[in-house]
């Protein structure tokens, strides 16, 4: 930074303001330095992204030019500094609302004040036009030719005080990015009270626009209720009308898949799905719509041992989330709740709302679409997990959707194994009661995954723990959807938000048949989220079973069960006959 003010003294522009360490809205990152002074040609404001890197030598990875690897630095490759920089502006130019309607106002470069050109020349094939420019210390005089082209030796408080001070929000052509990227996938249809949970919204809407009113809607449902169609299909619908909306869950793995296959690679359409964490400091009513998907996830608040300390108010996560939006809505299955610490319920949401003096709009959807359409299994499955206040039952069979029992894991996976082999997607997941191992260093130099979940002389190995394969195995966010995701054995923070056609359930010793009844065996699991002595019994008993309901609700066509524990695989063989 010094390096750069330097410059910025050299060209004659002591003036410009330097904005260090500029945190991009609803992100956690962010950009070392935005430079905000007044056009030279225009007289307008004017600002530049600077990525500053004190690498010496960097190459291209691979002949991919967006990659570099860098030396003396271990790990992947890197991210192109250049590219990192423009994609900063370009997001900035997407939400920071003084910039609306000015992209030209925004422009990029990368900085490499450390490096001779000769050293990272293979970086310069995607310097393409103004907004992917790359400098060097061999090129520092071009740069402060650069400088003094873009910025006028005037003040820059007004620039920056404009920019630091603008409203946040979703730009017009962000909004018809997101609107084209999700009208292009397959038609929606909105069926029953899933239509009149998206009029609802729209509703509320309408009345905000008309009537200056803020309305918070919670629309809830069972697994695969429809959910997360209404949620895209107003996010498309808002955005193809202008309206200023986002999508935040508080999954890694569902927002990942969002970003992935949902805006299909845009980088633009990516940056409409969002974390709750994301809210922290958003603008008072700064969105017409903010949509919470899974809402159950909601935590108690946003801050952590990262979080810097003027945003670690103790503020309720979810009423950052009301906060932000005009109209919040809120999706969510209050039988989903399965950490410690989140507390995503009806009942939490409309007790911070209405203490705000807001009107709260519910409705709830009572058709159920995953398991085969089958609102009798998910019916089951609450009696057998004792969460409807009823207790187990005899499966008597439904026409549209399958439940049988697994004599053993073999026969678990055989079965799951021969429904791939007819293009039908299926997977394996167990309750937390294995220890999940790091990867382990293997003899050709790479790593594999160790089997953990062992019973008897099966053994398998959980899902990728991080957001890096390993050999076949997907990143946990895509478990679910990547084909090589079958030979794993899937957790519950992993499957949660998914579904595929067949699903394969492994009760563990934590979930067992004792004295006419399920009940939960707290020592038995191995989740660190049960391990605080803060977790009372009754949470953690309460958490155990809604994990196994997440767990044997994912499949759309038939589930397969298999407990590890003799009395209850024998419970299960009375139920399931």
Not at 155 to 168: E, T
Not at 194 to 215: F, I, N
Not at 295 to 300: K, N, Q
Not at 343 to 351: A, D, N, S, V, Y
């Amino acid at each position: 930074m010094p390096v750069l003010a330097h410059d910025l003294v050299e060209a004659g522009l002591g003036q410009v303001e330097m904005l260090i360490e500029y945190q991009l809205p609803f992100t956690s990152r962010r950009a070392d330095v935005v430079l905000a002074g007044v056009d030279r040609r225009t007289g307008g404001d004017a600002y530049v992204v600077v990525e500053l890197k004190q690498w010496s030598r960097a190459e291209v990875w691979e002949d991919d030019p967006g990659r570099v690897l860098v030396h003396n630095m271990s790990g992947r490759p890197k991210l192109h500094p250049a590219l990192q920089a423009k994609g900063y502006g370009d997001y900035l130019s997407d939400f920071v609302g003084v910039l609306a309607g000015h992209r030209d106002a925004m422009h990029a470069v990368a900085y490499l004040h450390n490096a001779a050109k000769l050293d990272v020349v293979d970086l310069y094939d995607v310097v393409e036009d103004e907004r992917t420019r790359l400098f060097t210390q061999t090129t520092r005089g071009a740069f402060v030719d650069y400088l003094k082209d873009r910025f006028a030796p005037e003040p820059g408080r007004g620039p920056a005080d404009r920019l630091l001070s603008s409203a946040v929000r979703p730009s017009k052509q962000l909004l018809q990015y997101a609107a084209e990227e999700i009208r292009s996938r397959e038609q929606f249809v909105l069926l029953a009270e899933q239509r009149l949970a998206y009029e609802m919204v729209w509703h509320a809407v309408d009345q905000s626009r008309r009537e200056d009113v803020k309305t918070v809607v919670v629309i809830s449902g069972g697994p695969g209720s429809g959910k997360s169609v209404i949620a895209l299909s107003l996010l498309g619908e808002l955005s193809r009308q202008n309206y200023s909306v986002l999508h935040a869950t508080g999954s890694k793995s569902f927002t990942q898949t969002m970003r992935r296959y949902v805006a299909k690679g845009s980088p633009k359409t990516k940056a409409m799905f969002k974390y709750f964490n994301n809210f922290m400091d958003a603008d008072k009513n700064g969105l017409d719509v903010l949509i919470c998907d899974e809402a159950h996830r909601i935590r108690e608040v946003s801050a952590n041992r990262f979080t810097p300390a003027r945003l670690r108010t103790g503020r309720p996560q979810v009423e950052e989330l009301i906060d932000a939006a005009r109209v919040p809505v809120f999706l969510l299955d209050e039988h989903q709740v399965v950490r410690p610490g989140e507390m995503g319920t009806l009942g939490r949401i409309r007790e911070h709302a209405e203490a705000k003096g807001l009107t709260v709009r519910e409705v709830s959807l009572d058709e159920q679409f995953r398991c085969g359409g089958s609102r009798k299994y998910e019916e089951w499955v609450l009696r057998l997990l004792g969460l409807d206040g009823g207790g187990p039952e005899p499966w008597t069979g439904d026409d549209r959707f399958e439940v049988t029992m697994a004599d053993s894991p073999y026969d678990l996976e055989a079965l799951l194994r021969s429904r791939v082999k007819e293009d039908y997607s299926a997977r394996m997941t167990a309750g937390f009661c294995w220890p999940w191992s790091d990867p382990r260093k293997d003899s050709q130099g790479g790593y594999s995954l160790v089997a953990d979940v062992v019973i008897g002389e099966w053994a398998r190995p959980w899902n990728v723990k991080g957001d890096r394969a390993v050999g076949d195995a997907p990143p946990s966010e895509l478990w679910a959807t990547h084909e090589g995701g079958f030979d794993q054995v899937g957790c519950v923070y992993t499957a949660q938000g998914f579904e595929y056609d067949w699903n394969g359930v492994i009760l563990g010793p934590d979930l067992v048949y004792r004295d006419g009844g399920l009940t939960t065996v707290r020592a038995a699991s191995k989740d660190p989220a049960l391990k605080p002595r803060g977790v009372t019994d009754e949470e953690a008993d309460r958490l155990i079973r809604n994990t196994y309901k997440v767990l044997l609700t994912r499949g759309m066509a038939g589930t397969t069960i298999y407990s590890v524990d003799a009395e209850t695989q024998a419970f299960l063989s009375t139920l399931l006959r």
